[in-house]
T-cell receptor
């Protein structure tokens, strides 16, 4: 069982470059989420999606865009990377609204921006 | 926004029970209490969640105070594999907030 798969696992970018992080889940979950985790801190929600074709802002959405064109995929884009976006990015999914559903997390993408 | 407060770190001896506390004095009636744990270089892993009643599963037990302003995650017999950061979070329909968590060390 793959669960939640994130690609790539590691990436180094230069300031101003763009990239897309891919999250794929094979559990037919409706809800998907993108978080970032900075050293010594908990996770902060960037954007989330409650179903195919929908997206919504989380706690720290600035500098990121997302798309959910297919139910199983949730993409996180950085249009112009900044050093402040150096972080570990986690994707998660849940069957329904996460208030009463466990979230299933991927193993993260470690992103460094020079 | 409702927040949680946890000790920064705790230690436990292997094979002994561990009680991880969490305070959430501003919890609202619709907030569920979730616990996750995170091993080094991995994503968070779901442990348990509840609303008002105590909950048990194969991993742990969750004890929720009657006024819901605090809760305790109970690991019945700590193993070395339980060494991780444990997050207590409150989850409502459109919000979930992670704090810095409790780093649990298990001593052989």
């Amino acid at each position: 069982n793959a669960g939640v798969t994130q690609t790539p696992k590691f990436r180094v970018l230069k300031t101003g470059q763009s990239m897309t992080l891919l999250c794929a889940q094979d559990m037919n979950h409706e809800y998907m989420y993108w978080y970032r985790q900075d050293p010594g801190m908990g996770l902060r929600l960037i954007h989330y999606s409650v179903g195919e074709g929908t997206t919504a802002k989380g706690e720290v959405p600035d500098g990121y865009n997302v798309s959910r064109l297919k139910k199983q995929n949730f993409l996180l884009g950085l249009e112009s990377a900044a050093p402040s976006q150096t972080s570990v990015y986690f994707c998660a999914s849940s069957r329904r609204a996460y208030s009463n559903q466990p979230q299933h997390f991927g193993d993260g993408t470690r992103l460094s921006i020079l | 926004d409702a927040k949680t407060t946890q000790p920064n770190s705790m230690e436990s001896n292997e094979e002994e029970p561990v009680h991880l506390p969490c305070n959430h004095s501003t919890i609202s009636g619709t907030d569920y209490i979730h616990w996750y744990r995170q091993l080094p270089s991995q994503g968070p892993e779901y442990v348990i969640h509840g609303l008002t009643s105590n909950v048990n599963n194969r991993m742990a037990s969750l004890a929720i105070a009657e006024d819901r302003k605090s809760s305790t995650l109970i690991l019945h017999r700590a193993t070395l594999r339980d060494a991780a950061v444990y997050y207590c979070i409150l989850s409502s329909y459109d919000k979930v907030i992670f704090g810095p968590g409790t780093s649990l060390s298990v001593i052989p």
